[in-house]
């Protein structure tokens, strides 16, 4: 017998997904009880899959284990405060890091026996074909209040191209799966080879890692500082969604402690060389001429950087980095009459 299509079809089956859909609707009470809880603040919230990507020898593996180390210590005081205030020692988090790319020798030259005290943290090396298994397990597992970190990601996808968007978008739904299983989950990921002094900041692979994610972040290693082995990175959301901003931090590489940055070193050290050149070569002549008018200081700026045969930003861009550093390297005065700013140094 032919089976019947389209209009002619049986209903049942259409009328059962259409139940299903009304059965499971977002409702008032169900937005309700959704709870954003940040891991850290505007960087990571739990319940998440984020990607981290850099180049090679950015410090990634730096900054993810000092990122587990405080995800770790605000845990640790989290529970100190509730079983002062009810007696009640109640940890809600396991930190599980999975090494794929780091030999034991470099593990052990990175200090982590820091970590080996908190017994909610375990570092594990994945090997072999191990790693797919392991995928899959945990695609398959209650994963409420665990975090995961994948170090690197390019080492759990066997023979996966990367330019693949399909296959990409395969192995990305079971990280999905493991966030929806109620995981935070995070991979480190890397970039292209690039030229040396810039920075197109685009990850290796299909887009399909970045339509996955929740969040990406570009790592920027800005600073190090060889004498007190402090590490200093910028991370920049490229999506943007649900509140996550900017992130400045220094690691101290001999304890893998993470200190966040306060929002004006965070705009500081997000500058790129074009940007900090602009910035600098506009507070000098703020320091040489007083109080100027935007069109003054606009040629003035221009002027110096031909004598100095270095490159500045452009008029709207110009306008818009100052605006970021008003009330911090100068003040900006608008007179309502002309339509002008006045510059002047702080």
């Given at each position: 017998?032919r089976?019947?299509?389209?209009?002619?079809?049986p209903?049942r089956?259409?009328?059962?997904?259409?139940?299903?859909?009304s059965?499971n609707?977002?409702?008032k009470e169900?937005?309700?009880?959704?709870k954003?809880?940040?891991?850290v603040?505007?960087f990571?919230?739990?319940?998440?899959l984020?990607?981290?990507?850099a180049?090679a020898?950015s410090g990634?593996?730096?900054?993810?284990?000092?990122?587990a180390k405080y995800i770790?210590?605000?845990?640790?005081?989290r529970?100190?405060e509730?079983?002062?205030?009810n007696?009640?020692?109640?940890?809600?988090?396991?930190?599980y890091y999975?090494?794929?790319?780091?030999?034991?020798?470099?593990?052990?030259n990175?200090?982590i026996?820091?970590?080996?005290?908190?017994?909610?943290?375990s570092?594990?090396?994945i090997?072999?074909?191990?790693?797919e298994?392991?995928?899959?397990?945990?695609?398959?597992?209650?994963?409420?209040?665990?975090?995961i970190i994948?170090?690197s990601?390019r080492n759990f996808?066997?023979?996966i191209?990367?330019?693949?968007?399909?296959?990409v978008?395969r192995?990305?739904?079971k990280l999905?799966q493991m966030?929806d299983?109620?995981?935070?989950?995070?991979f480190?990921?890397?970039?292209?080879?690039?030229?040396d002094?810039e920075?197109n900041k685009?990850?290796?692979g299909?887009t399909?890692?970045?339509?996955?994610v929740?969040?990406?972040?570009?790592?920027?290693?800005?600073?190090?500082?060889?004498e007190s082995?402090?590490?200093s990175f910028?991370l920049?959301?490229?999506?943007?969604r649900?509140?996550t901003?900017?992130?400045?931090?220094?690691?101290?590489?001999?304890?893998?402690?993470?200190l966040i940055?306060?929002?004006?070193k965070?705009?500081?050290l997000?500058?790129?060389?074009k940007e900090?050149?602009?910035?600098?070569?506009?507070?000098?002549?703020?320091?040489?001429?007083g109080?100027i008018?935007q069109?003054t200081?606009?040629?003035?700026?221009d002027?110096?950087?031909?004598?100095?045969?270095?490159?500045?930003?452009?008029?709207?861009?110009?306008?818009?980095?100052?605006?970021?550093?008003?009330?911090?390297?100068?003040?900006i005065?608008?007179?309502?009459?002309?339509?002008?700013?006045?510059f002047?140094?702080i």
């Amino acid at each position: 017998m032919r089976e019947l299509k389209g209009a002619n079809a049986p209903r049942r089956k259409f009328d059962d997904i259409l139940s299903y859909l009304s059965e499971n609707k977002l409702t008032k009470e169900k937005l309700e009880m959704v709870k954003s809880e940040w891991l850290v603040e505007n960087f990571i919230y739990k319940g998440s899959l984020v990607m981290i990507y850099a180049s090679a020898g950015s410090g990634k593996s730096w900054f993810a284990l000092a990122l587990a180390k405080y995800i770790l210590e605000q845990e640790l005081l989290r529970t100190g405060e509730e079983f002062a205030k009810n007696g009640i020692f109640n940890s809600k988090c396991e930190v599980y890091y999975l090494n794929a790319d780091n030999s034991e020798r470099t593990l052990k030259n990175r200090n982590i026996e820091v970590l080996t005290k908190y017994d909610n943290f375990s570092l594990t090396p994945i090997k072999g074909e191990n790693k797919e298994e392991v995928i899959n397990k945990l695609a398959k597992s209650n994963l409420t209040n665990k975090i995961i970190i994948f170090d690197s990601i390019r080492n759990f996808m066997g023979d996966i191209n990367f330019n693949d968007d399909s296959a990409v978008t395969r192995f990305m739904d079971k990280l999905q799966q493991m966030r929806d299983n109620g995981g935070t989950i995070i991979f480190l990921h890397h970039q292209p080879k690039q030229t040396d002094g810039e920075n197109n900041k685009l990850y290796k692979g299909a887009t399909a890692f970045a339509d996955s994610v929740d969040e990406a972040y570009f790592l920027n290693k800005v600073e190090f500082d060889d004498e007190s082995k402090f590490l200093s990175f910028c991370l920049e959301p490229q999506k943007r969604r649900d509140e996550t901003k900017t992130l400045s931090c220094r690691v101290d590489t001999d304890f893998l402690n993470l200190l966040i940055m306060d929002e004006t070193k965070t705009l500081q050290l997000s500058l790129n060389e074009k940007e900090k050149i602009t910035i600098d070569l506009v507070c000098e002549i703020l320091d040489t001429s007083g109080v100027i008018n935007q069109g003054t200081l606009a040629k003035k700026l221009d002027s110096l950087a031909k004598d100095r045969a270095v490159e500045v930003l452009g008029l709207n861009s110009l306008w818009r980095l100052l605006n970021k550093f008003e009330n911090i390297y100068f003040k900006i005065d608008k007179a309502k009459a002309k339509n002008q700013k006045f510059f002047s140094r702080i």
